[in-house]
């Protein structure tokens, strides 16, 4: 069978890219949660922490399952592994329709079963398509995780003005977890293994393609020998850590610097929702055409500039500029690190060397907002401290990206093209 034989035989993998496009958004419907707040916490008569903490642990457990789900994956195939995330995660959300008055169950079925399912669903779909998009890795990376931050803004509204007014929490619950089970494990019919090596007829890598890609594939195990997997980590973390400072205050934030009122203030969360997945799809196209180490040195320059020019802004409509810039790095941080963990170490294993790498998540997504609410007094925060704080650490953050790239330079594991050999 000749090469264009081959190629016609295998599956579109623009469909597969649409369907777990699909499979993201009913994932990423886990970030609505803030419009089942306050119904749990009156169903269950518990305080906000206590409630709350049944998100904290489906975040928890989709950091720590997506590290397995990329060995899973490369075992038995995104299309087993996405179907039984779905069925975990559509499970996990019908079960605790039923947890009531019980806040244990709510834990066990929202957060750690729906949890699981979340981890292996979203690894699954980054690992696939970086390897059925060899030429396209950021664009491809950001798009699934695009998808994954556009959920909340679909399934928010739908629950807080129809669902729960009419239905009440459990039974919305169920239907939710229905139709998160529907979708999620329809669209993973759909997913297919890449072929090893597979490349889309007629591409040729360009020259920076070949620059900043490894030349060999690594394992875990053999990633976390090497300094440049804890910098890339390190990266994703610091990059996170500012993004989530200012998404966990923005709205008190506003209110201090422009005196506006809540629900005017509320407009910038938004705003910085409507970019934090916009910015995955953009800065991963970005990083295709100017490498990923540029473009987080990028995001890292602005980010410095943003974060040290918020304190002097009085006027709200003017605040939502660097909010929206914020959000746009804040989702471009997880719309390039997959294709940059898959340039540095092969995309073989990006799934399991990337899903290790996600407990950067956890890590900048605690750090960053007690960092900014950490100055000040009661009824008195200080903002102004921890934004020059965070310029400063961003200031910091520029040279990882290029001490990473050097690094796997030296180490001979990523080629260096001339101009000429390019030619």
């Given at each position: 069978?000749?090469?264009?034989?081959?190629?016609?035989?295998?599956?579109?993998?623009?469909?597969?890219?649409?369907?777990?496009?699909?499979?993201?958004?009913?994932?990423?419907?886990?970030?609505?949660?803030?419009?089942?707040?306050?119904?749990?916490?009156?169903?269950?008569?518990?305080?906000?922490p206590q409630a709350n903490l049944t998100f904290t642990l489906a975040l928890v457990a989709?950091?720590?399952?997506?590290?397995?789900?990329?060995?899973?994956?490369?075992r038995f195939g995104p299309r087993v592994i996405a179907t039984v995330g779905g069925i975990?995660?559509?499970?996990?959300?019908?079960?605790?329709?039923?947890?009531?008055?019980?806040?244990?169950?709510?834990?066990?079925?929202?957060?750690?079963?729906?949890?699981?399912?979340?981890?292996?669903?979203?690894?699954?779909?980054?690992?696939?398509?970086?390897?059925?998009?060899?030429?396209?890795?950021?664009?491809?990376?950001?798009?699934?995780?695009?998808?994954?931050?556009?959920?909340?803004?679909?399934?928010?509204?739908?629950?807080?003005?129809?669902?729960?007014?009419?239905?009440?929490?459990?039974?919305?619950?169920?239907?939710?977890?229905?139709?998160?089970?529907?979708?999620?494990?329809?669209?993973?019919?759909?997913?297919?293994?890449?072929?090893?090596?597979?490349?889309?007829?007629?591409?040729?890598?360009?020259?920076?393609?070949?620059?900043?890609r490894s030349v060999r594939e690594y394992t875990l195990p053999e990633a976390l020998r090497?300094?440049?997997?804890?910098?890339?980590?390190?990266?994703?973390?610091?990059?996170?850590?500012?993004?989530?400072?200012?998404?966990?205050?923005?709205?008190?934030?506003?209110?201090?610097?422009?005196?506006?009122?809540?629900?005017?203030?509320?407009?910038?969360?938004?705003?910085?929702?409507?970019?934090?997945?916009?910015?995955?799809?953009?800065?991963?196209?970005?990083?295709?055409?100017?490498?990923?180490?540029?473009?987080?040195?990028?995001?890292?320059?602005?980010?410095?500039?943003?974060?040290?020019?918020?304190?002097?802004?009085?006027?709200?409509?003017?605040?939502?500029?660097?909010?929206?810039?914020?959000?746009?790095?804040?989702?471009?941080?997880?719309?390039?690190?997959?294709?940059?963990?898959?340039?540095?170490?092969?995309?073989?294993?990006?799934?399991?060397?990337?899903?290790?790498?996600?407990?950067?998540?956890?890590?900048?997504?605690?750090?960053?907002?007690?960092?900014?609410?950490?100055?000040?007094?009661?009824?008195?925060?200080?903002?102004?401290?921890?934004?020059?704080?965070?310029?400063?650490?961003?200031?910091?953050?520029?040279?990882?990206?290029?001490?990473?790239?050097?690094?796997?330079?030296?180490?001979?594991?990523?080629?260096?093209?001339?101009?000429?050999?390019?030619?």
């Amino acid at each position: 069978m000749n090469s264009s034989s081959a190629q016609s035989s295998l599956p579109n993998r623009w469909v597969i890219a649409t369907a777990a496009f699909l499979m993201q958004l009913a994932l990423g419907a886990v970030y609505a949660w803030s419009v089942f707040l306050k119904p749990v916490i009156k169903l269950y008569q518990v305080t906000q922490p206590q409630a709350n903490l049944t998100f904290t642990l489906a975040l928890v457990a989709l950091g720590i399952t997506a590290g397995f789900g990329g060995y899973f994956n490369n075992r038995f195939g995104p299309r087993v592994i996405a179907t039984v995330g779905g069925i975990l995660y559509g499970l996990g959300i019908i079960l605790s329709a039923f947890a009531a008055p019980n806040l244990i169950v709510l834990y066990l079925t929202y957060g750690i079963l729906g949890g699981i399912g979340l981890g292996l669903g979203y690894i699954v779909a980054l690992a696939m398509l970086i390897k059925w998009f060899p030429d396209r890795r950021g664009f491809i990376t950001g798009l699934a995780v695009a998808g994954f931050g556009a959920g909340a803004a679909i399934t928010g509204p739908i629950a807080a003005n129809w669902l729960i007014p009419s239905l009440g929490v459990g039974n919305t619950f169920l239907i939710l977890g229905i139709a998160y089970l529907v979708i999620v494990v329809g669209a993973a019919q759909f997913f297919h293994t890449a072929p090893e090596g597979y490349a889309p007829a007629g591409w040729v890598p360009s020259a920076r393609q070949q620059a900043d890609r490894s030349v060999r594939e690594y394992t875990l195990p053999e990633a976390l020998r090497l300094p440049r997997w804890y910098l890339l980590w390190l990266i994703l973390a610091l990059n996170v850590t500012a993004g989530a400072a200012l998404i966990s205050v923005a709205s008190p934030l506003a209110q201090t610097f422009t005196h506006v009122a809540a629900g005017v203030a509320s407009i910038i969360v938004i705003v910085i929702s409507i970019f934090n997945g916009a910015g995955r799809l953009f800065w991963g196209w970005l990083s295709d055409a100017i490498g990923r180490p540029f473009a987080f040195l990028s995001m890292f320059v602005i980010q410095i500039i943003t974060f040290a020019l918020i304190p002097s802004i009085s006027t709200f409509a003017i605040l939502l500029i660097p909010a929206a810039i914020v959000g746009l790095c804040y989702g471009g941080g997880f719309g390039t690190m997959p294709a940059f963990a898959a340039d540095f170490f092969g995309a073989k294993n990006a799934g399991t060397i990337y899903g290790a790498m996600l407990t950067a998540w956890s890590a900048g997504a605690i750090v960053g907002p007690i960092l900014i609410a950490s100055f000040g007094t009661t009824g008195h925060p200080d903002y102004v401290t921890p934004l020059y704080i965070i310029a400063g650490i961003m200031l910091v953050s520029c040279a990882l990206p290029l001490v990473a790239r050097a690094l796997a330079r030296r180490q001979g594991d990523v080629v260096e093209v001339t101009a000429e050999a390019a030619r």
